[in-house]
């Protein structure tokens, strides 16, 4: 059973950064995309950012964080990161990491935990 565990929330300032690690309990290359949601309370969970693995990496952004949030991997770490720039309020949220393999009749999911983060004066 593969395992996905998210790192590095916390409290910052408006303006502040952060960055967020999703460690995987196996080779990251299993997963043909990995991507970052968050989820604030009372409302659904919102997709962040996401990465896939195929003959060419394409990293995509959500229009809410483009500019802001920069996604990045290293498969020798078995790890995906996400650098949290310039954060608003707005992005406060349970950050979780998510990863997808394909199976023989479909895809499988995978989730962390989360990790919280706060973006308060």
């Known amino acids: 059973q593969v395992q996905l565990a998210e790192s590095g929330g916390g409290l910052v300032q408006p303006g502040g950064s952060l960055r967020l690690s999703c460690a995987a309990s196996e080779s990251i290359l299993k997963f043909y995309v990995m991507d970052w949601y968050r989820q604030a309370p009372g409302k659904q969970r919102e997709w962040v950012a996401g990465i896939t693995s195929s003959t060419s990496t394409s990293i995509n952004y959500a229009s809410s964080v483009k500019g802001r949030f920069t996604m990045s991997r290293d498969s020798d770490k078995n790890a995906v990161y996400l650098q949290m720039n310039s954060l608003k309020p707005e992005d406060t949220a349970v950050y979780y990491c998510?990863?997808?393999?394909?199976?023989?009749?479909?895809?499988?999911?995978?989730w962390g935990q989360g990790t919280q983060v706060t973006v308060s004066s």
């Open positions: 998510n990863g997808k393999i394909s199976v023989t009749h479909g895809t499988r999911d995978y």
